[in-house]
C-alpha cells in the first residue's frame, strides 16, 4: 500500500478539488465543511489501512488524531489560497481565469501537503499501533510455553552407527 500512497493522495486530491472548485456552490463555509469532512476520513482511512494490513490491529485514538491532522492541515492551506491571494499568482501567470487558477493553485499546494502528511501518518501508524508493549510480549511468552507444555513428548529415536 506504501507504493500506492501518491496514487490515491492524486486522486483524493483532484476529486475533492474539482467538486469544492466546480460543482459546491461558490460559499467558502461550504468548501471548509467540504474539505474538512473528507479530509478526515481520507486520513482516518489511511491511518485504519496501515495498521490494519501490517499487524491486524486499530489504533482508534491515533487514527482520529491523523485523521484530525490531515483535515487541519488540508483546511489551513485552502484557507491560505482563499484568502491571501497572492498566492495565486504564480499560477496566475499562465491562467488567467482566476477561478482555475485557484483550482490548479489548490491542487498542487494541497496535493503536495497531503503526500507529506499521508506518508506521516502511515508510517507513525504502523509504528505506534503495531509496537508490543511488555505486557502484550508477555501475554505472548505465556501462549507459547502453554502451547509448548502441551506439545507430546519427542521419541527417543535410536540411531546406529556404523563404522
Known amino acids: 500500500m ?11 486530491t483532484i476529486t475533492v478539488m474539482s ?13 471548509l465543511i467540504f474539505l474538512g469532512t473528507l479530509s478526515f476520513i481520507f486520513g ?4 485504519v489501512s496501515a495498521s ?3 499487524c491486524k490491529k486499530v489504533g482508534k485514538l491515533r487514527s482520529l488524531l491523523h ?11 485552502f484557507s ?8 495565486n499568482k504564480p499560477i496566475e501567470l499562465f491562467i488567467t481565469n482566476t477561478h ?14 497531503l503526500q507529506w502528511i499521508t506518508n506521516r501518518n502511515y508510517d507513525a501508524s504502523i509504528k505506534k499501533v503495531c509496537s508490543l508493549c511488555s505486557a502484550d510480549l508477555a501475554d505472548n511468552l505465556k501462549k507459547y510455553n502453554e502451547y509448548l507444555d502441551t506439545a507430546p513428548e519427542p521419541k527417543d529415536i535410536n540411531i546406529e552407527v556404523r563404522d
Open 100 to 113: 482555475i487558477a485557484k483550482f490548479i493553485a489548490g491542487f498542487i499546494y494541497i496535493f503536495f501537503a
Open 44 to 47: 482516518l482511512y489511511i491511518s
Open 80 to 87: 491560505l489560497i482563499t484568502f491571501i491571494p497572492i498566492l
Open 19 to 31: 467538486c469544492v472548485s466546480f460543482v459546491l456552490p461558490q460559499k467558502t463555509t461550504t468548501h
Open 52 to 54: 490494519k494490513k501490517k
Open 67 to 77: 485523521g484530525g491532522f490531515t483535515a487541519f492541515l488540508s483546511l489551513g492551506i
Open 2 to 12: 506504501k507504493k500506492s500512497l501518491s496514487s490515491i493522495c492524486f486522486i483524493f
